[in-house]
């Protein structure tokens, strides 16, 4: 069965960090450019940020620009949300998607293959 995992997600204070991982279950992530997405209560799920599969490229939203990173190992089959500087806003259910291929995809949840459940990020003081 191909799947997504998140994990990582947690309750943190406002300032304070998280790093969320995604793996697969059922195929290697190599091929895929991987996104995250997130939704908070009441508001439309976006896109946060996306990395193509070499690693050799990222996209942030700009709400996030400056205080998350994202990054892949490969070798590991996984990647990595780095999340500094949280904000109350950023409190949501958090999302990795992958999509075939070997461009850059938009940040648009159906521009990708697979999706995960979510990992819950609570910024709360």
């Known amino acids: 069965q191909l799947q997504l995992v998140e994990s990582g997600g947690g309750l943190v204070q406002p300032g304070g960090s998280l790093r969320l991982s995604c793996t697969a279950s059922g195929f290697t992530l190599e091929n895929y450019a991987i996104g995250w997405f997130r939704q908070a209560p009441g508001k439309e799920r976006e896109g946060v940020s996306c990395i193509i599969r070499s690693a050799g490229s990222t996209k942030y939203v700009d709400s996030v620009k400056g205080r998350f990173t994202l990054s892949r190992d490969n070798a590991k089959n996984m990647v990595y949300l780095q999340m500094n500087s949280l904000k109350f806003d950023d409190t949501g259910v958090y999302y990795c998607?992958?999509?075939?291929?070997?461009?850059?995809?938009?940040?648009?949840?159906?521009?990708?293959?697979?999706w995960g459940q979510g990992t819950q990020v609570t910024v709360s003081s």
């Open positions: 998607a992958a999509g075939y291929g070997t461009g850059l995809p938009p940040l648009e949840w159906e521009e990708y293959d697979f």
